[in-house]
């Protein structure tokens, strides 16, 4: 655009959160070209799936085409079906949900509590009461861990086995993560796991299940490849879907699983460094994780009271002074429940995810974020917050 302040043209754009490559992933990617796997199947695809158990101790890991992919295989695994309702956390990314639709079953929100962001137990109790006694129990509940936090699993666990519901844990934001020392995405029935461009680590686009039995990821590998019956002609009793990731990109996979304890290390002294420079700046305040909790601090994020910030800033006001000079923010994600496409399901709210909302900012958080973008970075905070 013409009128686009020309200083932020010759400013290179800081992302939110940007692809960042080890060393090894070329060299993986050359070998599947070199060896002609370039399929949905090959020794990168099971060699990635290995290195995701042994670093989340998942007894099984599916590798498939997206974490969504992952999420509606998941929902497909518990016989979620037209009609049935599925208690769904309502802060988070829409991808969290939409698979729910996908089976025509109904989405039922619960809002969030104020110490971890995610699903509050209390309303997710009074949710699965009250649709029990309204004659429908919920057949999954499907929990998020946002922006790497983890969920309190031991009141969420206790909850969903007091009411025999099973769980799916959608650690898209969260690998790295954990509760009292166990992997976020191992504590439910299934966990899922996102490899998408701007998550912790990617693979350009991919996502795993995460299994607890051989028979469930025999089944999700088998409904991730068009539901093939063992025949030599094609042969089919089940819908199928073609889930399955690519060699090529389990390839680049496989660089990233030897780097990404040190884009978790990374991740976390970025956080830190913004906590340790505003946690005192007027009206701003930081998330951080509970004792026992690690939190991967996939985004850094921040709350902003207009009320009491340095001159009434407001997250949106902040945001446009970081875009007007190429610096990507973002607000935190609206409710699904505020959703125009989501406002006709049942929700259970409380408030908190709305206000979340209204005052969160998500700030670059890329590992591969260079010295001088930290400094243009903190040049505008420092002026608008301190
Ligand atoms: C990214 C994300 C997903 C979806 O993962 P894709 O691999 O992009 O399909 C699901 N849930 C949450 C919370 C996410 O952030």
Redesign the pocket.
Known sequence: MSDKNSASENLSKVWLSSPHMGKMEQKFVREAFETNWIAPLGPFVNRFEEDLQEYTGSPHAVAL???????HLALILLGVDIGDEVICSSF?????CNPIVYQKAIPVFVDSESRTWNMSPLLLEKAIRDRISAGKKPKAIVL???YGMPAQMDKIMAIADQYEIPVIE?A??ALGSSFGGKALGTFGRYG?????G??IITTS???ALLCPDELSAQKARFLATQARDPAPHYQHSEIGYNYRLSNVCAAIGCGQMMVLPKRVQKRRAIFRYYKKRYRNAPGVKFLTEPAGSVCNQWLTTILIDPSKSKNGIDREQLRLALDAVNIEARPL?KPMHLQPIFQQYPAYTNGISEHLFEQGLCLPSGSNMHPNDMERITTILDGLLL
Do not use: R, Y
């Open positions: 085409s997206s974490g969504t992919a992952a999420l988070t990314f829409s991808a969290s998020v861990h946002l959608d898209a934001e899922i796991l996102s490899f998408n701007n998550k686009g991919g996502g994600w």
